[in-house]
């Protein structure tokens, strides 16, 4: 489908609209080998070979799904054991998206997917701390000494943990469901966590990014989404207190 090339440019993530136009002025931008000049020239990225200093430019477009993964599915994009692949669940999406950190086979919840590698650079970039958070089913009835552990931080394979936010949500008979927000994603980070203060995670569910959260999404299901609900996964800067 044609489009005008400034558009095209900018979808291709190369550069903004404004920044496009500067591109084609400085006659950096050919189609089918002639520089182009004209700014209300367009183009078909699927029929027209487009380059930018002489480097073809992909077209793939950004997308980005947040996916509630069920237990089961792996979060690597092959498997040689065959086993379920969230990938699998992303049913109508012809891009090739890739999870963005991971969530171990067991654990449900909240998975950002995307064929945007800077964004998830950013994201998983310690500097950005992202805060994640879980709900955590545990056994027992974790003490409130041992929470404002988890809060302070605790020694995890040698190395202490950052500060986190922990809250309990419900008691139940034998277990409790428990908040806890991180900004670090180390492998098994939540189980090990509880582990350290003497409790099992009997289940663990991711329901938010940052602001971004599951909200209503059902479990298996995924949305697309938008510029805005990006940017709440970076707004939340605020330092991990604990609330037990
Ligand atoms: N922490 C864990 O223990 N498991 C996950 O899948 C994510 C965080």
């Given at each position: 489908m044609e489009e005008r090339l400034q558009k095209i440019l900018a979808k291709a993530g190369i550069a903004s609209r404004r920044q496009a136009e500067q591109l084609i002025r400085a006659g950096r931008i050919q189609i089918n080998d002639q520089v182009v000049v004209e700014m209300g020239c367009r183009a078909d990225p699927g029929r027209d070979r487009i380059t930018c200093d002489g480097k073809p430019i992909v077209f793939e477009e950004k997308i980005y799904v947040l996916l509630n993964k069920p237990a089961?599915?792996?979060?690597?994009?092959?498997d040689p054991q065959g086993r379920p692949m969230v990938s699998d669940l992303l049913t109508g999406i012809t891009e090739r998206l890739f999870p963005v950190g991971r969530l171990d086979l067991d654990t449900e919840g909240a998975l950002l997917m995307t064929n945007d590698g800077n964004l998830a650079n950013r994201i998983l970039h310690p500097r950005f701390e992202v805060n994640k958070t879980y709900e955590a089913l545990v056994s027992g009835f974790p003490a409130k000494e041992k929470l404002a552990l988890l809060a302070q931080g605790i020694m995890v394979d040698g190395i202490k943990t950052q500060p986190a936010r922990v809250r309990v949500l419900q008691r139940h008979a034998g277990a409790s469901l428990i908040e806890i927000t991180i900004h670090e994603g180390k492998k098994r980070q939540v189980r090990k966590m509880f582990q350290a203060i003497g409790h099992r995670v009997l289940h663990l569910k991711r329901t938010a990014y940052g602001r971004l959260s599951l909200g209503s999404l059902a479990l298996g299901k995924f949305r697309v989404l938008s510029a805005d609900e990006l940017k709440k996964i970076f707004s939340t800067k605020s330092p991990l207190q604990s609330k037990t």
């Open positions: 089961g599915y792996v979060t690597t994009l092959a």
